[in-house]
């Protein structure tokens, strides 16, 4: 980790020597030169978010439509230091056949009351050894709203992030075994 944020801050220091040269040693108009500063400087900006966001942060990217739920933390609300609660799952994505694939990537999601108790249930399950899977879901189905910019999802009652796409969870089923064949000693 050491050695990437090393490279770099060596690659920022790079940058900014070879701006330094074209700003002193060419004919360019001073408007050029200030574009290419600024330029520059958005580059250092947005290429450390990015980078930050390769940390191993969570992301506050939607939810796939299925996954496999490894853990999950809960983070309620503090009033007294302005926190207004967070979840973070750690999941893995699914396939067609439901087996998990890929790598595991922590999500970051907006906590309300629904949520916080779907996830309470799940990281309980997880704490006596079941495996779960993850399904996104959405508020009750509204078959006459059609509209082009709307979905066909109704807010539910109550807080306005409850009507954005939530979770459920399912236990694993256990894996399917050939049957077993019986070998009779001769």
Not at 15 to 23: D, Y
Not at 30 to 44: D, P, T
Not at 112 to 134: C, F, T, V, Y
Request: some cysteine; overall charge negative.
């Amino acid at each position: 980790m050491l050695e990437e944020r090393l490279i770099l801050s060596i690659s920022y220091a790079v940058i900014a020597a070879l701006l330094l040269v074209f700003c002193f040693y060419t004919n360019f108009t001073k408007k050029v030169k200030l574009i290419s500063i600024f330029a520059v400087s958005l580059f250092y900006i947005y290429s450390w978010k990015g980078y930050v966001g390769v940390l191993g942060w969570p992301t506050s990217e939607d939810l796939p439509d299925d996954f496999n739920i490894l853990w999950v933390v809960i983070q309620e609300p503090n009033k007294s230091k302005s926190n207004e609660g967070e979840l973070f799952l750690w999941i893995k994505e699914i396939d067609e056949y439901k087996k998990p694939i890929g790598d595991p990537r922590a999500f970051n999601l907006q906590w309300n009351k629904e949520n916080h108790r779907i996830a309470q249930e799940a990281l309980h399950k997880l704490q006596e050894g079941e495996r779960l899977n993850g399904k996104k879901t959405y508020g009750v189905l509204n078959k006459d709203n059609k509209g082009e910019k709307s979905t066909p999802y109704d807010v539910t009652e109550g807080e306005p992030e409850q009507g954005r796409p939530s979770f459920e969870f399912v236990e694993v089923p256990p894996p399917e075994l050939p049957p077993k064949t019986l070998i009779l000693d001769q």
